[in-house]
């Protein structure tokens, strides 16, 4: 009889280096990408309900100082980011931070960094969704003097039943995937180009507007306030991870992944930081409390005139697709590599041969995230979409630290400054931003990952690719 690995071995296994290379060149999928491509994928996964939308939950947390708990999380995430850039360049694989917890911490740290990432795509896209219908019916409002009812376009539990706007939109973005990656980034770069138009607009015409008078006090609560909405605008920053996930979807993906990570990062950071300040500076920080499609309803009291608003919130409703997009695609792409990895079942793994993509992964995520974007609340989906990310980003940062001892003479086409300082502190700074999170989040968190160990227990652990491969091995031992 083969001798079986015992479930230590199994929880503990990692996935050779060479095998994340064989795979690369021989997994169905197509290197159509460029530098340019990527960065838009990145600028357009992370730049959409943040900005357009959280507002209006960040600055009653914190008042004018939103401005500081912005800085805070682009922090964390410059941080992360870094060791994004160093992991992607040494293992140009599909699969994000599942794929390097694999080859860093093993199986089981691998499957529940997998789990995050789903609860991290899944939910942020069914939110984007979610705050789509709401820029879709201020346009409507606007243009024609008419918005859909209430009860099938707002977010359940503020007045709405069924978020019909929301799943409409998840269905068209998985037609579009379903064609073609190319095909998709070119759509995608195309919107992301209009929501950075739209956010320089947002820019140029609300600072004429700009009251310092607005900015006081600058903290009515304190620096538990500019924490706690730090933790809440994180979810703004969630998409630059999706750079990683087309790990082999790229062309010279060493020297490409790290640049569009960092170079995404910057354009982020940098119109966040400024649509914030033009943001509380045009308005009183009061005014923010329930306020929905904010920055359209800025600009709009700023310039009197109808024209601009209209802009923005025509710019919002193309720039959320270009989101849900790239969300759907670096879900599927993940549920692809766990199902090739033989942790999810083998329909998963499979690649049209017409179009190059993961069908059944890019659907089947699809009518989750539409499911959840029909039912479920924005903001509870919001923090728990901080809370799957930060534990993947922490993770991601554990990574670096473990593959530079493990296999320091590994190519890579980019390290961390400051090894082994940024690693570190992007795990504190993770740390911080998670316990900031509410209680309720913590709750549901822990039993979104009871529910992952359940399902390793009875079904990944047997049907890894990594046990079919130790039982060959043990019946050689005995021979």
Known sequence: MPIRPTLRQQLLRRKPLQTFADESEGGGLRRTLGPFQLTMIGIGATIGTGIFFLLGSAVPEAGPAVIVSFALAAVAAALTALCYAELASAVPVSGSSYSYAYATLGEFAAWAVGWCLLLEYAVSGAAIAVSWGQYLNDLTQRLFGFQMPDAISAPPGS?????LPGVVLVGLCCLLLVRGAKESALVNTVMVLIKLGVLVLFIVVGIT?????????????????????AATVFFAFIGLDAVSTA?????????????AIIG????????????????????PW????GQQAGLSAILGDITGAGWPAILLSAGAVLSLVSVTLVVLYGQSRILHTMGRDGMLPSAFRRVSPRSGTPAFATLLTGGFVALLAAVFPLNLLADLTS???????????????ILRRTA?????????PGYPVVPFLSILACGYLMYELPLDTYLLFGGWLALALTVYLLYSRKHSRLEAAAEPA?????A
């Open 408 to 416: 320091p003479g590994l190519d890579r086409g980019f390290r961390v």
């Open 159 to 163: 007045g709405g039943y069924v978020n």
């Open 209 to 229: 507007g700009f009251d310092s008078g607005n900015l006081q006090p600058f903290a009515p609560m304190g620096t538990a306030g500019i924490s706690a909405a």
């Open 474 to 478: 043990g019946e050689q031992a005995l």
């Open 286 to 289: 009061t005014a923010f409390e």
């Open 387 to 401: 809370m799957g990310t930060l534990a993947a980003f922490a993770v991601v940062s554990l990574g670096v630290m």
């Open 247 to 259: 790990g082999e979807e790229v062309r010279n993906p060493r020297r490409t992944l790290p640049l």
């Open 264 to 283: 995404a990062l910057i354009v982020v950071t940098t119109l966040y930081v400024l649509v914030a300040v033009v943001g509380v500076g045009a308005q």
